[in-house]
Structure formats: C-alpha cells, structure tokens
C-alpha cells in the first residue's frame, strides 16, 4: 500500500470523494503487519471515530482490493483478512496464539508453472505451525512444544 497521502491523491484523482472515515482506514492499515479482518479494522476506527459504519468499512477494504493497495486473504479462518503488503510474500498462522505473520521465502520454480495447460497468476504459501513464542510455552506435563517430525525446521 501506497503511503496514507499519495493514497489519498489517487483516489481523489479518480473520483473517490475523501471522507475522514475513510482516511482513518488508510492509516490503520498503512504500515500494519497484523492482517486484519474487515471487523477488527471497523472497531480500531470505531473507536476514534464512531460514526463510521461496517458497511464503510467493507466498502473501503473492497475498494482498495480493486485498486491493488491491499491483499485479501483466504487463510481459512472464519474471516477473511486483509494484508497492506502488496509484495509476493508469504504467511505463517500459528495455530497456538492464532497471530498471522509474514516471510519471504524463494519457492521451486516449479511450483509456479501450474497444472499442464494452466496459467498461474500467483502463487502464495499459508504456513500453519507453533510460531516461536508458543514453542517456548511449556505443554501439559512439562517440556516445551516441538516442530512436527515430519517437517525439516
């Protein structure tokens, strides 16, 4: 995503009318890194500026979709999230604290070449594990959680 101000001239530049709900969204998301759902940026605006509605929300997260400012993920969650960092990256979801992270990882060629007669537009990988503050926590009867044994750490 663009920075909050260069944003803002683009959007007035093609006709988006610029309210201060819609600033206040810009600048939550600008910068953010926790992946938010349309509920949790609504409450965070909310909260400064309780006029603003879900349905705003929604509109303006949908809107900069369309635009390509930011990302919406599908990470199987019960919501959809939204990602500022329009970079080809990928995310980690913990399964202990539930917290969504980025990496940046070089993947196989191969993996972007598709099924024979397809054309891959992007390929992003959803890593689900114990990030490394929950494999710190002790389980029940005393050590620490382990990676799976399956996969190489």
């Not at 309210?19 to 400064?48: C, D, M, S």
């Not at 993920?73 to 990256?89: I, N, S, T, W, Y």
Request: proline fraction near 7%.
């Amino acid at each position: 995503m663009q920075p909050v101000d260069a944003l803002i001239a683009h959007c007035r530049a093609h006709g988006m009318r610029m309210t201060v709900q819609r600033r206040a969204i810009f600048q939550y998301l600008w910068g953010n890194t926790k992946h938010p759902t349309a509920e949790e940026v609504f409450q965070a605006v909310q909260e400064r500026y309780p006029g603003v509605s879900l349905a705003t929300v929604y509109n303006t997260l949908e809107t900069l979709t369309q635009m390509g400012e930011i990302q919406r993920l599908d990470l199987g969650g019960a919501a959809e999230r939204f990602d500022p960092d329009v970079r080809v990256h990928h995310h980690f979801t913990c399964s202990g604290c539930g917290q969504v992270l980025d990496y940046f990882a070089v993947l196989p060629e191969d993996v972007f070449a598709g099924p024979p007669g397809a054309r891959v537009d992007r390929v992003q990988l959803h890593a689900v594990g114990l990030c490394a503050d929950c494999r710190k926590l002790p389980l029940p009867g005393g050590s620490a959680k382990s990676a799976n044994p399956n996969l190489s750490s």
